[in-house]
């Protein structure tokens, strides 16, 4: 599947993706989504990753790529990265 049609079908959630849930530093519920699989080769950019925030909605959406290291296979990444990661890549992310 091309990258064009995995960037569509993503805004829908037919895209590859994996989800998680957990606690800010703040104690506030996020959900990270791993994204936008385009294969696992070394030129293959890393996941995409989406946070929202589970308990207000009205936070904007933040977003930014996975770390170096990381699976490029989306349900691997999410298997891979413990909260302490997820929330220093939060702390680093960029807002929608």
Same mark, same amino acid.
């Given at each position: 599947?091309? $990258?064009?049609?995995? $960037?569509?079908?993503?805004?829908?959630? =037919? =895209?590859?993706? =994996?989800?998680?849930?957990?606690?800010? @530093?703040?104690?506030?519920?996020?959900e990270? @989504?791993?994204?936008?699989?385009?294969?696992?080769? +070394? +030129?293959?950019?890393?996941?995409?990753?989406?946070?929202?925030?589970?308990?207000?909605i009205t936070i904007p959406q933040r977003y930014n790529q996975a770390p170096p290291g990381i699976s490029k296979v989306p349900k691997q990444a999410v298997t891979e990265m413990d909260e302490a990661g997820l929330r220093a890549l939060l702390a680093r992310s960029v807002k929608v």
């Open positions: 599947m091309s $990258l064009l049609k995995k $960037l569509i079908f993503r805004m829908d959630g =037919a =895209a590859d993706s =994996a989800r998680t849930r957990f606690k800010s @530093e703040s104690g506030a519920t996020w990270a @989504e791993f994204s936008i699989f385009s294969g696992t080769t +070394q +030129q293959s950019p890393r996941l995409l990753v989406m946070f929202r925030n589970r308990d207000d």
